[in-house]
């Protein structure tokens, strides 16, 4: 099929670029025209391309002249399932959301979190049954597909190279010992869910239950003691029911055989099927007592070596679960006291935005980053990049940040992503949390020396800390990558004079709504490579 007959992903705005002289848009077929092509011409500095958000490593291109000029046009040879794999049942639900990825099954966590900025976060797809809790035949058609354990985890290899280096198991996973022979996680452990949703916090009781009776437990695959939770209902609270679910769905999806993950997800007879149909009859009793079926069925396979054996097979996380995690010690650190966010002085260079989880997820393909490399996020903020590339690629992954209060909410991540990962049974990367000036830290600027990936949100930035930057881009090696929100290459200077354009190639490229915190619209980026 010709490449002008796919249909991209997203909305990329298509331009002419001028080269010597004025041309004009060649008329496509009417079958072309629902295609969004980025085109490119010759740029005035040799070093910069540009390309669309949708592009993957491997692109397809096709040449065309115009009026003896030649232009190279290039589209996407794939689009990524996570983003674009959807049902035409959840499809018709997201018109009004501004994320790429909301959940299916409405959650709200990703308005709650961030609450504080102008458009809010993704959430990871949640699997869709009937709100009919009498009736399947309402539901969503995909729905088994989404449960399917060797399909997710298949398209979690297509999506990225297999890193074969990376070990996954989490050393102190627990492997079935004796109760007393358990190592608890040092200090307090994880922030229970019931410490920030609960009847305490002006919560009320979820699925017709008494006060008495919102307390349960819940287990994971990598430890043998149970998260606290309370069966509540809070503006801007963790939804424990909806949290309850999602963890039973990703354990059996991610940590088990399609065979031995029957038990939890059978469309008939499944603990997460119980568990939908005591929700939507508002059954507080039944849905209890399908969650200690899972407690019990999950501990049953833990004492086997399932969880064990199962993980030593894999070297990778699927990015719906890194987004769980991720969004789960948000949930219980920064959510609380997200205001803090918004102290900061306007027009100068610390201002508070966030990239969204898929947008990182895209940076790390496009990038390459594998556990054996070193990622730097400068001017991390809470540490949110920083985590997601130790979790998601295993690698070795620093941030610094000069903000107080981020720097704070920074540190209670990063304690609470320890213990979340050992409580998931998985291995992060080397994660280090730096305070202070970036540009006069002795640590970053020694590490940004063997560094692999560099990100720059230098959408706030001043010039002068620009041109700091570009300064400090000299000591990096040879094939670093940059990302930034802004280019260091300037059309208006002379490239005798401009450092940047020197040491940089630089890739222009768009992302899609609802990338980032701070707007719901799209936006540009770039990809800076040291030469």
Known sequence: ??????????????????????????????????????????????????????????????????????????????????????????????????????????????????????????????????????????????????????????????????????????????????????ERIPGSGIIHAAKVASLEHKCKPALGLK?????????????????????????????????????????????????????FLDHQTGILRKLVKSKNRSDGPGFKAALREYNDELLKLMRKGVIVRNLDKMHGIPRELVDFILDQVYDRTVAPRVELLAKYQNGSDNVYGELNHPFISDILERTNLTSGKVFVDLGSGVGNVTLQAALEIGCESWGCEMMENACNLAEAQYDEFL????????????????????????????VLKRAD???????????????????????????????????????????????????LDVEHLTYPEGYVSWTGASGTYCISTRR
């Open 211 to 263: 006060n008495e009776e919102v307390a349960v437990r819940l287990q994971y695959p990598g430890v043998r003691y149970p998260e606290r939770y309370e069966l509540v209902e809070g503006k801007d609270k963790i939804d424990a029911v909806k949290d309850i679910e999602k963890v039973v769905q990703l354990v059996a999806s991610t940590y088990l055989t399609e065979e031995e993950g029957k038990i």
């Open 453 to 503: 990936v560099v990100l720059v949100n230098n959408q706030a930035f001043t010039s002068q800390l620009n041109d700091n930057l570009v300064s400090m881009f000299l000591d990096l090696k040879i094939g670093c990558k940059i990302i930034s929100l802004k280019t260091f290459v300037h059309d208006n200077k002379n490239a005798e004079n401009d450092v940047a354009t020197s040491i």
């Open 419 to 446: 213990a979340r990962c050992r409580l998931w049974g998985v291995k992060p990367g080397k994660v280090r949390l730096e305070r202070g000036d970036f540009r006069k830290n002795e640590k970053v600027l020694e």
């Open 1 to 182: 099929m010709s490449i002008f007959n796919q249909k991209s992903k997203f909305k990329i705005k298509t331009e002419i670029r001028t080269v010597r002289e004025t041309v004009e848009r060649p008329k496509l077929k009417a079958s072309t025209s629902s295609s969004s092509i980025p085109t490119t011409g010759s740029s005035q500095h040799s070093n910069v391309r540009t390309a669309g958000a949708g592009s993957s490593l491997s692109r397809a291109s096709s040449t065309s002249r115009l009026n003896g000029t030649k232009h190279t046009t290039s589209t996407s040879s794939s689009a990524r399932a996570s983003l674009t794999k959807v049902s035409t049942t959840s499809t018709a639900r997201r018109v009004q959301s501004a994320s790429p990825n909301p959940s299916i099954s409405g959650d709200g966590r990703s308005s709650r979190k961030r609450r504080a900025a102008k458009a809010s976060s993704r959430s990871p797809i949640s699997p869709h049954f009937s709100e009919d809790s009498d009736s399947d035949s309402n539901g969503d058609e995909n729905w088994e597909d989404n449960l399917d354990a060797r399909k997710r985890r298949k398209r979690v290899h297509d999506e990225r190279p297999v890193d074969v280096n990376r070990k996954l198991r989490h050393p102190k996973i627990w492997k079935g010992e004796d109760a007393d022979q358990v």
